[in-house]
């Protein structure tokens, strides 16, 4: 497979908000450990390989198990993640299978027992840009090492 298009170079503006939203959510209340989980997980789910391959790297930086990545797919099989990151991982899920409705109400009324509305807010957002990410490398054919 080859890759079709550069979307950085062919919408630039386009491309910078995205980035500028990626960034902004480093500087919130996640964690780089839960921002990982987010990205990681989602990759999974719409298996783009080269979001995979960046971020289980990058969460390995930043201080991630291996042995919880390797795991990751079964979290709920573990108790290997903590009760928020549970959470976390529900909100992900829901959110990138949007046709089985998105975020349930219960999943939300979850999450408002942990964190308040900001953090939702930024579960949210990371989700819906790790999201965005996968449908780009994939549409483009983005290959790993490019």
């Given at each position: 497979?080859?890759?079709?298009?550069?979307?950085?170079?062919?919408?630039?503006?386009?491309?910078?908000?995205?980035?500028?939203?990626?960034?902004?959510?480093?500087?919130?209340?996640?964690?780089?450990?839960?921002?990982?989980l987010i990205y990681i997980r989602a990759?999974?789910?719409?298996?783009?390989?080269?979001?995979?391959?960046?971020?289980?790297?990058?969460?390995?930086?930043?201080?991630?198990?291996?042995?919880?990545?390797?795991?990751?797919?079964?979290?709920?099989?573990?108790?290997?993640?903590?009760?928020?990151?549970?959470?976390?991982?529900?909100?992900?899920?829901?959110?990138?299978?949007?046709?089985?409705?998105?975020?349930?109400?219960?999943?939300?009324?979850?999450?408002?027992?942990?964190?308040?509305?900001?953090?939702?807010?930024?579960?949210?957002?990371?989700?819906?840009?790790?999201?965005?990410?996968?449908?780009?490398?994939?549409?483009?054919?983005?290959?790993?090492?490019?």
């Open positions: 497979m080859e890759q079709r298009m550069n979307i950085a170079q062919v919408e630039p503006g386009a491309y910078k908000g995205l980035i500028a939203t990626q960034q902004y959510l480093h500087t919130t209340g996640l964690s780089k450990i839960e921002l990982g990759s999974q789910i719409n298996g783009c390989a080269y979001c995979l391959d960046m971020h289980t790297k990058d969460a390995l930086k930043d201080g991630e198990t291996m042995q919880r990545i390797f795991v990751l797919d079964g979290w709920r099989e573990t108790t290997l993640f903590s009760k928020e990151e549970a959470v976390i991982l529900k909100m992900t899920e829901e959110i990138t299978h949007i046709t089985r409705k998105g975020l349930s109400e219960a999943t939300y009324e979850e999450a408002r027992s942990y964190f308040d509305e900001h953090k939702i807010a930024q579960i949210i957002m990371a989700a819906v840009t790790i999201n965005a990410w996968n449908r780009i490398a994939i549409s483009t054919h983005l290959q790993i090492g490019a």
